[in-house]
């Protein structure tokens, strides 16, 4: 399904310059056809009443499923770049980590479709997301 082979490793070693690196997302398992990536429930991804934000799961999902597309494809000819994003939260989470895990809805020629689940540390799903990605020509 990759376009090449990539390690959880190499994805984390990527540019620091964004918005996962801040709340410090970190790849941890490329499989067959999924992606799984970490992000901690702390001070950066709580909302004021002290439980993970909405919006940080959203960003973990669409990371997940951004960086999974980029690795469908051709990066010398072709960008990804998200659509549509959408969430249910399903249960509040006050701290540890948060794992994501993103597979293939449909992987076309234009567009991709992620489905994200997300859990806490008791293996309990607290998000579930669907991201649709376009694939784009590069600018020249």
């Known amino acids: 399904m990759w376009f090449s082979e990539f390690t959880p490793q190499g994805l984390n070693d990527r540019p620091k310059n964004h918005m996962g690196a801040f709340l ?3 790849f941890t398992v490329v499989g067959i056809d999924s992606l799984t990536a970490t992000m901690p429930v702390n001070e950066r ?4 009443a002290g439980i993970l934000h909405g ?6 999902a ?12 051709d990066p010398e000819k072709y960008i990804a ?3 549509e994003v959408n969430a ?10 948060v794992t994501g895990i ?3 809805l449909h992987i076309g020629a234009k567009t991709h479709i992620w489905e994200i689940k997300i859990y806490n ?6 998000c579930v997301s669907r991201l649709t990605v376009a694939i784009i020509n590069k600018p020249q």
Do not use: F, W
């Open 88 to 97: 249910n939260h399903l249960r509040p989470v006050k701290s540890g980590l």
């Open 81 to 83: 770049v998200g659509l």
């Open 45 to 48: 991804t709580h909302q004021p």
């Open 62 to 73: 669409e990371t997940l499923g951004s960086v999974a597309s980029y690795m469908c494809i």
């Open 24 to 26: 410090d997302i970190q």
């Open 55 to 60: 919006g940080a799961s959203v960003v973990l």
């Open 102 to 104: 993103c597979k293939p």
């Open 121 to 126: 540390d008791k293996g309990k799903m607290n």
